[in-house]
């Protein structure tokens, strides 16, 4: 009996329920993204938290590696041997700077340890000034500032704190928004500030419908964690920004996930 024939006849036989009970049980559908939450807090029940030491942990073992030159990148944690480069915002980046005289400021929100930081930073050095500041959580800013800062790179504990001393040209918010449990209230922050770009990237968009709260749940490969991640609708999105921001650029990033969605970056420049 071939195998189409047999999955046939066990399609026939088993209830549509339990063969859907036997898919989520699934060690591969037990990870991505999961549920559609009322609230923060409801999803934070079901997650570990991002604030979890055990992805600071292996972030930082991560990082330190690529500092020693026994990894080639990071990303999210995981090594790479091989760079995995996000040209759309390398490209902004220099279109930034070309406009600037060659000088460029960035505000890396959510940058971990410099993980874009040291995948660009051969692309951007020949600039006549480049200054890069990245807003983090305490003891990844603490870490930071003692295995990374040095005359370029510079760590902060608030994005308040960062803006008030260094005056960025651009935002870089890269796979962090999704992660905010209040995104629009930091992203009005960000229009109040006037930082004259900002470069959103590897952000969820929702193929159908409003915003959708779910949590992630990482593999076990990665680390072991879970925590409440949002989904956005891409026109509501934009139309916030449309106000005091241009969109000048609209790009895919090669993210994927278990639900109808699209991961997307975004250039807008203020008016």
Same mark, same amino acid.
């Given at each position: ?35 559609? %939450? ?26 330190l ?27 902004? =980046? ?24 040291? #995948? =660009?930073k ?32 510079? %760590? ?31 992203? #009005? ?13 590897? #952000?969820?968009? =929702?193929?159908?419908g409003?915003?959708? =709260? ?20 891409r026109?509501? %999105?934009?139309?916030? %920004? ?20 699209t ?9």
């Open positions: 009996m071939n195998r189409i024939l047999l999955k046939s006849i066990v399609k026939d036989v088993i209830p549509p329920a339990f063969i859907k009970i036997f898919q989520m049980l699934r060690p591969s559908s037990r990870y991505g993204f999961h549920g559609n %939450f009322e609230s923060w807090e409801k999803a934070k029940k079901h997650a570990s938290g991002y604030e979890d030491l055990r992805v600071f942990e292996k972030v930082k073992q991560a990082c590696a690529v500092k020693d030159s026994s990894a080639v990148f990071e990303r999210d944690s995981v090594l790479f041997d091989n760079p995995q480069y996000r040209w759309p915002v390398l490209s902004a =980046l220099l279109l930034i700077a070309s406009r600037q005289d060659n000088r460029l400021n960035v505000l890396d929100f959510g940058g971990s340890l410099g993980s874009s930081y040291c #995948t =660009l051969r692309f951007l050095m020949h600039l006549m000034e480049l200054q890069w500041n990245i807003v983090e959580q305490s003891h990844f800013v603490e870490f930071g500032k003692e295995n990374f800062e040095d005359n370029i790179l510079k %760590f902060y504990h608030s994005f308040q704190e960062c803006v008030k001393k260094t005056r960025p040209d651009v935002i870089l918010c890269s796979t962090v928004i999704q992660y905010l449990e209040n995104p629009y209230a930091f992203l #009005t922050e960000v229009l109040e500030a006037k930082i004259k770009y900002v470069i959103i990237d590897r #952000t969820p968009f =929702l193929k159908n409003n915003d959708r =709260l779910t949590v992630q749940k990482v593999p076990p490969n990665i680390y072991n964690a879970s925590y409440p991640a949002w989904f956005f609708n026109d509501n %999105f934009c139309a916030f %920004f449309k106000v005091k921001y241009s969109l000048v650029a609209e790009f895919e990033a090669e993210d994927s996930c278990n639900i109808p969605a991961f997307k970056g975004f250039l807008f420049e203020r008016r």
